[in-house]
């Protein structure tokens, strides 16, 4: 029989997935891929420990639940309820044609404040109607039976009871199924950091969050114009040469005249005005010389 687990790389969906095997599932590991996770945490972990690895792209619509999520945000600008239950519906349309029985994920209980509190959960399972096939094994003890405990394909006994956002349970299971290695975060998700709000809040307020431009934010420093033109000017070598990379046609790249200083990208639409401030901004990224009056023309990001 075989079981979509939903992989993050993290040590919880790890756990899952190896516990799914060992109970002698047949396992499709899947990684439900978004703008603002690292895609290569879960393909390491993946091939380390012989994980069948499916990556899903969340496209268009993901970016949708960011600007406008159902049930909010958590602490940084990560809509997490409506995209764990995004993560949760596609994989449950993807039962049928993957001929998979359930789904399984790393989930515990009250191990993250918003989207894996008890009530959150239930809240999840309304929100996906998939409460019946959804299995979240390291708490499945202290959880409601689903279809496949109640068909008796998985046993209780064999079912965890973790809760709480300790990870010592975790980490003494990791030892017995031979984890030597696993990813220390919990997330490894941009969305949660608070510092990257403002980021995604200055996108969304200029209605400009796309794909493209949240690629953007990982390189090199920002600034907004008071015209709210987009500048980004790139902090070294590799910057320079990953802004030239993600240029396009409407955008301006100026290069600098001197050795050493930012190459700096002017996002669509510009004026004449804002290539001059970038001027100023170029050299004084350059040579650190600090022009007074720049401050007043423009606001680091
Ligand atoms: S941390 Fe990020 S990827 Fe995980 S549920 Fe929240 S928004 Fe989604």
Redesign the pocket.
Known sequence: MKVLCLF?GGLDSLISTIWTRRQGFEVKAVYFK?P??DRKIPEIFAEKYNIDLHVVELKDNYLDIVINPKYGW?KGA???ID??AMMITTAGKMLQSENAAFIVTGDVVGQRP??QRKDTLKLIDKITGMSEITVRPLSGKILPKTTAEKMGWIKREELMDISGRGRKRQMKIAQEYGITEYNQST?G?V??ERTYKNKIIDLIDNEQLTEENVKLLKIGRHFRTKNKTKIILGRNKMENEELKKLTIKEDKLIFPPQHKAPVALIKSPYNQEDIKITEKLIDYYSIKTIHNDINKEIVRI
Request: hydrophobic letters at 25%; proline letters at 6%; glycine letters at 12%.
């Open positions: 993050s978004t603002f996770l958590g990560n809509p997490c995209c764990h918003m989207s997330g998700c969305l949660t």
